[in-house]
């Protein structure tokens, strides 16, 4: 059974930094494609980042394009999510996701096995 368990959300003043990560078990990670989500209150779950099994190809949503970065390391079962440059709407809950078929979607139901989810939440 696939278990992600994120970690690393936190408070953060706008313009600071947070690096989240997501622990994969019970399964072969390097045959996964991972995404990461996140979710405002009374808000829809929206995409923010996708990486590849290989980790060579990523995706980004626009409203993060350029300040996050995704990165895996196959070797430790990890994912992670660099945040630079926050801003106070980048507050949500954030998830990490599996998927064990694909490649970089960017919709939610395209994802197997969710992680539980960590806070970020950025002040003005």
Not at 11 to 31: H, K
Not at 64 to 76: E, M, Q, Y
Not at 96 to 119: E, F, K, N, S, V
């Amino acid at each position: 059974q696939v278990q992600l368990v994120e970690s690393g959300g936190g408070l953060v003043q706008a313009g600071g930094s947070l690096r989240l990560s997501c622990a994969v078990s019970g399964g072969t990670f390097s045959t996964f494609a991972m995404g990461w989500f996140r979710q405002a209150p009374g808000k829809e779950r929206e995409f923010v980042a996708a990486i590849s099994r290989s980790g060579v190809s990523t995706s980004y949503a626009d409203s993060v394009k350029g300040r996050f970065t995704v990165s895996r390391d196959n070797a430790k079962n990890t994912v992670y999510l660099q945040m630079n440059s926050l801003k106070p709407e980048d507050t949500a809950v954030y998830y990490c996701a599996a998927d064990y078929g694909r490649t970089l979607q960017r919709i939610a139901p395209a994802y197997d096995t969710w992680g539980q989810g960590t806070q970020v939440t950025v002040s003005s």
